[in-house]
C-alpha cells in the first residue's frame, strides 16, 4: 500500500493498534476459554449430582425419608454454587488485571505513535501545500 509505505510514523501507529488489539484478544480468548470451562464444570457435577440425588429419591419410602434426603441434598448443590462463583470471580478479577497491564503497557506507546503520525500527516500536507502555492502566493483553482 502505497500511502503507508509513503508515511512511517503512520505504519508505526497502525503496526502498534494491531498489536495493541491483538493482545487484547488474546487476553479475551483466555478468560472466554475459562469461563467456558468454569461452566462446563459446574453444569458436570449438576448432573451428577441431580443423577445421584434423584437415585436416592427413589429410594425412599416414606414421606419423611424424602424430606430428609432432599435437605441432604441442598449443601452440595450451594457448595457447588459457591466455589462455581469463587472460581468465576477469580478468573474475571484475573481478566480484569489482565486487560489493564494490556492498557497500560500499550497506551502510552499508542497516543506516541498517533501524535507522531498526526504530525507527519500536517508536515506532508504543508509541504504539498506549499508547493502548490503560485509565485503571487495564491493556490492555484482547482477544476
Known amino acids: 500500500m502505497p500511502f503507508i509505505s509513503d508515511h512511517p510514523a503512520l505504519r508505526t501507529h497502525l503496526e502498534s493498534q494491531v498489536d ?8 479475551a480468548f483466555d478468560t472466554l476459554r475459562q469461563v467456558s ?12 449430582g441431580t443423577l445421584h440425588a434423584n437415585r436416592e ?19 452440595p ?3 457447588r454454587l459457591r466455589a462455581y462463583q469463587q472460581h468465576m470471580m477469580s478468573v474475571l478479577a484475573g481478566a480484569k ?8 503497557a500499550r497506551l502510552p506507546e499508542a497516543s506516541r505513535s498517533a501524535s507522531a503520525a498526526a504530525d507527519e500527516m500536517v508536515r ?7 508547493s502548490h502555492q503560485t509565485p503571487g502566493g495564491d493556490t492555484p483553482p482547482y477544476h
Open 37 to 48: 470451562e468454569i461452566n462446563l464444570k459446574l453444569a458436570r457435577q449438576t448432573i451428577e
Open 20 to 27: 495493541f488489539m491483538n493482545e487484547f484478544s488474546q487476553k
Open 57 to 75: 429419591l427413589m429410594a425412599c419410602n416414606d414421606p419423611a425419608q424424602l424430606v430428609q434426603t432432599v435437605m441432604k441434598q441442598l449443601q
Open 97 to 104: 488485571a489482565d486487560f489493564t497491564h494490556v492498557a497500560e
Open 77 to 79: 448443590a450451594n457448595e
Open 124 to 130: 506532508h500536507a504543508a509541504a504539498a501545500s506549499s
